[in-house]
Nanobody
């Protein structure tokens, strides 16, 4: 089992930035590719970004390329999502998940989610 706990969500103005964190516990964190998904009200859950076990490979959804950066610190068992140039369409609950490398993966483990609200 892997337990995932997200933090860092909140309310931010359009154009602003937030950094989400996901702390993992349980099995060896570095064994898992990690990712982020999001779900806006009334919409399906969408893939946002993923990072390989070593951090050497990253993958992003087109709608966040150039704005969001995924990273990880295996020593701290934590994956991050730096979100820049936020707009109202980024408002959603953001979920950390594992293992995941791309949009078609179905992760075994999910966090509880953290709300991100972007005001215009």
């Amino acid at each position: 089992q892997v337990q995932l706990v997200e933090s860092g969500g909140g309310l931010v103005q359009a154009g602003g930035s937030l950094r989400l964190s996901c702390a993992a516990s349980g099995r060896t964190f570095s064994n898992y590719a990690m990712g982020w998904f999001r779900q806006a009200p009334g919409k399906e859950r969408d893939f946002v970004a993923a990072i390989s076990r070593s951090g050497g490979y990253t993958n992003y959804a087109d709608f966040v390329k150039g704005r969001f950066i995924i990273s990880r610190d295996n020593a701290k068992n934590t994956v991050y999502l730096q979100m820049n140039s936020l707009n109202s369409e980024d408002t959603a609950v953001y979920y950390c998940a594992a293992p995941v490398v791309g949009e078609y993966d179905v992760p075994d483990y999910w966090g509880q989610g953290t709300q991100v609200t972007v005001s215009s």
